[in-house]
């Protein structure tokens, strides 16, 4: 059975760091797209990043490109956000997702079957 548990969010103020984790299991990194959205109150639900180990592929949104690093650590099976210099814009609930990979580049919430249970960042201005 595929488990995916978020962790990490918490208040941070503008300009400060965040790293969110997604402990994984049931499956492995290198079969599987693992990605990272969000979800602001009032708005549909975003990609982040999302990353492929089977052919190393890794996508930014444009929002978060050069703040934000996705990562993984196959030894525990955990998966990582790195966010870097937070803005207001910023505040949400993140999500971490999970799917087997499908050969495409896997951007939209829609593709993904598992998700982990949000975890919520506040950024302070």
């Known amino acids: 059975e595929v488990q995916l548990q978020a962790s990490g969010g918490g208040l941070v103020q503008a300009g400060g760091s965040l790293r969110l984790s997604c402990k994984a299991s049931?499956?492995?990194?290198?079969?599987?797209?693992v990605g990272w959205f969000r979800q602001a109150p009032g708005k549909e639900r975003e990609g982040v990043s999302c990353?492929?180990?089977?052919?190393?592929?890794?996508y930014y949104a444009d929002s978060v490109k050069g703040r934000f690093t996705i990562s993984s650590d196959n030894a525990k099976n955990t998966m990582y956000l790195q966010m870097n210099s937070l803005t207001p814009d910023d505040t949400a609930v993140y999500y971490c997702?999970?799917?087997?990979?499908?050969?495409?580049?896997?951007?939209?919430?829609?593709?993904?079957?598992?998700w982990g249970q949000g975890t919520e960042v506040t950024v302070s201005s």
């Open positions: 997702a999970a799917n087997l990979w499908d050969g495409n580049r896997m951007d939209t919430a829609t593709m993904y079957h598992y």
């Open positions: 049931g499956f492995t990194f290198d079969e599987y797209a």
């Open positions: 990353t492929s180990a089977a052919d190393g592929n890794t």
